[in-house]
C-alpha cells in the first residue's frame, strides 16, 4: 500500500516538476527614466555598443536592447521622434502593417491589431522575416510615451519560437506606462 502511495504521489508530481522546468524567469523592469516599467528574462543583459553596432548597422537603433548571451534573442525599446497619442495607435498599426509587407512580401503573419494593456491602447504586429540565413520571429508593440511612439520589440530565430512565443506576449502584455 505504501508503495502505491508512492507511485501515486510520483505520478502527481512529475507532471508538476516538468511544467517549471525550462519555463523562462522574467522580472519587471523599470525603464527609460522610470516611465516604462516591463517584464524582462531574468537572464537577459544590456546589449553591448559593440554587439548594437554589429547587429544594428543603422544608426537608427533602438535606444536600449536587452539580450541572452549570445545576442541572438533580444527585447528592444526605442523612444521615437515620430508623434504620437492614443488616437493615433491605430492609424500606426495600419501603417506598420503595409510597409512590412511591402518590405517583406514573403514574411509569415502571425497576427496584428490593437488591444488594451494596462489601461493603454498598444499596437501590435507579430511576423516572421527573412534573414541572410535564418527567419526571425518579430513581435513588435507601441503606443505613446510623452506625445511620442514608443517602439518595443521582441525577436528570436524561428528555430526557437516554440519555446519564446509564449514568453513574447507576456513581455507585450506586461507594458505599463506610468
Not at 515620430?82 to 500606426?92: F, G, L, T, W
Not at 511576423?127 to 511620442?148: R, S
Request: glycine share 4%.
Amino acid at each position: 500500500m505504501k508503495k502505491i502511495k508512492l507511485l501515486f504521489i510520483g505520478i502527481l508530481i512529475i507532471p508538476l516538476v516538468s511544467m517549471t522546468v525550462g519555463k523562462i524567469e522574467l522580472e519587471i523592469k523599470s525603464l527609460m527614466n522610470d516611465k516604462v516599467e516591463l517584464k524582462i528574462p531574468s537572464e537577459f543583459e544590456i546589449m553591448s555598443e559593440e554587439l548594437m553596432k554589429l547587429k544594428y548597422p543603422s544608426e537608427r537603433r533602438p535606444t536600449l536592447i536587452y539580450s541572452n548571451e549570445s545576442g541572438g534573442i533580444n527585447v528592444s525599446l526605442n523612444l521615437t521622434e515620430n508623434k504620437a497619442s492614443q488616437k493615433m495607435i491605430e492609424p500606426y498599426v495600419e501603417n506598420f502593417v503595409n510597409t512590412f509587407k511591402n518590405l517583406y512580401p514573403s514574411a509569415e503573419w502571425k497576427g496584428s491589431g490593437m488591444k488594451k494593456i494596462n489601461g493603454r491602447k498598444v499596437g501590435y504586429l507579430k511576423l516572421i522575416t527573412p534573414a541572410i540565413d535564418t527567419k526571425i520571429y518579430n513581435v513588435m508593440f507601441f503606443t505613446d510615451l510623452d506625445a511620442k511612439l514608443l517602439l518595443c520589440t521582441f525577436n528570436c530565430t524561428e528555430k526557437s519560437i516554440t519555446e519564446w512565443e509564449t514568453t513574447a506576449d507576456e513581455i507585450m502584455n506586461s507594458l505599463k506606462i506610468k
